[in-house]
């Protein structure tokens, strides 16, 4: 394999004595061929003899069209596509990082017909850049009879017209989403599909050589072909990625220890085609996708006719993805992702006794886009309490994740999931079922809904993260936010939770040392206002903590906003650490089998992410009628307006103010949106004039007039029965009301996730950066140039 680092001179095109070697032995694997071609070779070849590599990736696509072609009948040829894949996928990325070969691809070999043939009928392919003819070649490869599907007749197809015939959708991998047939498990066609998706995903991944970008447009030109109608397979394809994914059961039919018996071949298959899914899953905001999309969304009218249905996004996977209606397609996908994404849960009763799969961030990506995507997916989600199997092990990710400074990505990840969760109704009034699991985590125990588990979780996350956690908290606050006027009970741990975050969040030094922290005391008075107005008579928990816990409200109410107190605040904030104590938190024992969330260990590879954009920047506000239906709150113009526009829905002026959040593109390496050091607030201090234009508008009335009535009944019922013991209080609390007495009732105002270019950007670098870490056997991309992130260890 090292000839081509020896020549200098360029070799013929025409030598196939020379070339044939590349790909002639028999005995290669993937990894051989890394070990074989060393990146340094790699570069000096293409340094100082350029021809020959234009030749040796030309002829390796030439043989793998020829495979195509012909149907890849004798066992020689099938070995030869094989090296050839694996040398592509080898040399690739070194072509990708020399901004002087990025146009190679995209170029044509003149005289060169698809097979390097000149014949008449191939006029059309003649102009066929070589990346389309690539990207054609895999995908007929990938349906071809004996290589990577089994051929319903005895004998294989004759000739090579029957090959360019084959109806691939009569061959798709697995059953599931519109395909009963589900083919015997043949672990040669899994390696062979595993080794050419491994080449289209190397492919796709031009996209890691390229800065990040707020450009909305620059769409991957290899995604955006093969997912076109240039490609025949495009929908069986499809089909087979999430058919193969939906259907993988890693405990190995049900037989403990299952896996330590037999090498799983179908979990690299697995693996592999979630890759290419959530990659080839991609569209702008605000591009046509998008409008096509919406028109799609709004098409869902009852009506038996279909012609009228709009032609969807140009992204044949999008449009796909999009179109799935059928309650028996939507149940299937998200049993089958439920099922893996509780996989690693489910690990503790028999140690090591399941395969632990790997892969939950690609299926949280995965889950993201087909709520994103399919608005029917998303209803059918949160139909029933069947996104609770979702929503559990999310959080347990988040839990397990919240200390570990190599997994900001996938802790961001979960909570936008949740943040689009909760910005519909369903989702608030799921979570009032009971959470009877005992998933081991290190929480306290507690007995309550699936509403408390959330709450005690986010609370861990904001008193016990890691500072590059700050900027999730204002979304964490949102989500809260968002389910408080549908909760029905919470448990006493969650209601000592939540007012212990307002006492951290409310401190004077805390909410003088940037100019958006107030923001946070501002959601948690929307929560605790959503909460009596709309749920009190449920809710005596949380009543009973506002009322023990009162001084907390007064001294908000009175909060000091003179010069000498805010200096004196400013003061005490230098002699503390920046964080927020969990001191005053009511901690209980952890669960049994729990581990304490780990940092990463040291020397930890992980990749930058770009800054997520502000809280006012990634929702809009809906207000909830009385229907319940929503109704788009207009934005204002200027965001210092949104302060005063809040009070059309008497809500908050919870909304992030411009200088929070420049659209500027930096790494979160350098993120400077840490509140308490953060840059933008070093030339800002806190003034009187300032704290007084959000303190007139903290939402206190609804409490303060609470506590003016119930303070002195319990006081009293304290005094005449002498009692100090809680249960008689919550029991008066629980047959209290205040009908009539408390002021009316604010509309509900839901925040619902909006994307646009600063999350699309975020989501990119994201997606690619959990794919670079994730492929390191072979390692694909490790020391190449990568410029849309950073490679960083812990």
């Known amino acids: 394999m090292t000839q081509s680092g020896e020549k200098v001179k360029p070799v013929e095109a025409a030598d196939d004595a020379f070339w044939d070697q590349f790909w002639a032995d028999t005995s290669t694997t993937v990894q051989d061929v890394f070990t074989l071609v060393p990146a340094a070779e790699i570069r000096a070849v293409r340094e100082e003899s350029p021809s020959n590599l234009a030749t040796l990736c030309y002829k390796a696509m030439e043989k793998l069209v020829q495979g195509a072609d012909s149907g890849c009948s004798s066992d020689k040829e099938r070995q030869v596509v094989l090296n050839c894949t694996r040398l592509l996928t080898r040399i690739l990325p070194y072509i990708f990082e020399d901004p002087d070969w990025r146009g190679f691809f995209w170029s044509t070999v003149p005289g060169a017909g698809r097979a390097g043939r000149l014949d008449e009928e191939g006029d059309d392919d003649e102009a066929r850049p ?31 017209e029957d090959i360019r015939s084959i109806d691939s959708c009569e061959y798709i991998w697995e059953a599931g989403v519109g395909f009963a047939h589900s083919p015997p498990p043949n672990y040669i066609h899994d390696l062979n599909r595993t080794e050419l998706l491994k080449l289209l995903l190397t492919c796709f991944s031009e996209a890691m050589y390229l800065p990040p970008s707020s450009e909305s447009k620059n769409l991957n030109p290899w995604v955006t072909f093969f997912c076109s109608s240039e490609n025949r397979h495009a929908l069986p394809l499809f089909t087979s990625l999430l058919n193969v994914v939906c259907a993988y059961d890693p405990v190995g039919y ?5 896996h330590l018996l037999f090498f799983n071949h179908r979990e690299q298959l697995v693996e592999q085609a979630i890759q290419i899914l959530i990659v080839t899953l991609e569209h702008e905001a605000g591009s046509a996708v998008s409008a096509a999309l919406q028109a799609l969304d709004t098409s869902a009218s009852p009506s038996p006719n279909e012609e009228q249905e709009p032609a969807g996004p140009d992204n044949l996977f999008v449009n796909y993805l999009s179109r799935i209606h059928r309650e028996e397609d939507l149940s299937l996908i998200l049993r089958g992702l439920a099922r893996l994404l509780n996989n690693p849960l489910l690990q503790t009763y028999l140690p090591r006794s399941s395969k632990k799969i790997q892969f939950h961030q690609e299926l949280l990506i995965l889950f993201w886009k087909f709520c994103d995507f399919n608005k029917k997916f998303l209803f059918f989600v949160l139909k ?14 988040l839990n397990d994740a919240s200390a570990d400074q190599s997994r900001v990505g996938l802790m961001h990840m979960g909570v936008f999931i949740i943040l689009l969760l909760s910005g519909e109704r369903n989702f608030g009034v799921r979570l009032n079922k009971p959470y009877a699991l005992r998933v081991p985590m290190d929480i306290p125990v507690f007995t309550g809904t699936h509403a408390d588990l959330l709450i005690v979780i986010f609370h861990k996350i904001i008193t016990s993260g890691h500072q590059r956690l700050q900027p999730l908290f204002d979304c964490l606050l949102t989500i809260i936010v968002n389910i408080s006027p549908y909760l029905k009970s919470l ?15 409310s401190t004077p030094w805390f909410l003088f040392s940037s100019p958006q922290n107030h923001h946070l005391v501002f959601f948690l008075l929307e929560v605790f206002n959503n909460i009596i107005q709309y749920q009190f008579d449920g809710n005596c928990n949380l009543v009973y903590t506002i009322i023990r816990k009162r001084n907390v409200f007064h001294q908000l109410a009175n909060l000091p906003s003179d010069t000498v107190s805010i200096e004196k605040a400013q003061q005490k904030k230098k002699k503390k650490k920046s964080g927020i104590s969990r001191t005053n938190s009511i901690e209980k024992e952890s669960m049994e089998g729990s581990r304490p969330a780990a940092p990463a260990e040291p020397g930890t590879l992980k990749t930058s992410l770009e800054a997520t954009p502000g809280i006012d920047k990634i929702t ?22 949104t302060a005063d526009n809040s009070t059309v829905a008497g809500a908050s002026d919870t909304e992030s103010n411009s200088e929070r959040d420049p659209e500027v593109y930096h790494t979160e390496s350098e993120a400077v949106r840490s509140r308490l050091s953060s ?12 704290v007084l234009s959000w303190k007139a508008k903290l939402p206190l009335q609804t409490i303060m007039r609470l506590l003016q009535v119930l303070v002195p009944q319990v006081e009293k019922i304290c005094i005449d029965k002498g009692l100090t013991d809680e249960s008689e209080i919550l029991n008066f609390l629980q047959h209290g009301t205040l009908v009539g007495l408390l002021p009316v009732p604010h509309p509900i105002l839901i925040r619902k996730y909006q994307a ?6 975020w989501f990119r670098t994201y997606i690619w950066g959990v794919i670079y870490l994730r492929n390191m056997d072979p390692p694909i991309w490790y020391d ?3 410029r849309l992130f950073e490679i960083q260890r812990v």
């Open 679 to 690: 840059v933008s607030a070093a030339a800002w201090s806190a003034n009187p004039d300032w």
């Open 130 to 160: 070589l990346a389309e003819s690539l990207l054609l070649a895999i995908a007929d490869l990938l349906f071809c009879p004996d290589f990577t599907i089994q051929t319903h007749k005895k004998s294989s197809p004759e000739s090579a």
């Open 620 to 641: 809009e506000k809906a207000q909830v009628g009385e229907d319940g239906t929503m109704v788009a709150v207009p934005r204002s113009d200027s965001s210092q307006a």
């Open 384 to 397: 029933s309490s069947d996104v609770l199997d979702m929503l559990v092990p999310i959080l347990f990710y």
């Open 491 to 505: 448990s006493m741990v969650a209601a000592n939770k939540l007012l212990h975050l307002l006492e951290a969040f």
């Open 784 to 786: 190449t140039d990568i």
């Open 756 to 761: 646009n270019a600063g999350t699309a950007m």
């Open 254 to 258: 049900g037989i403990p220890y299952n």
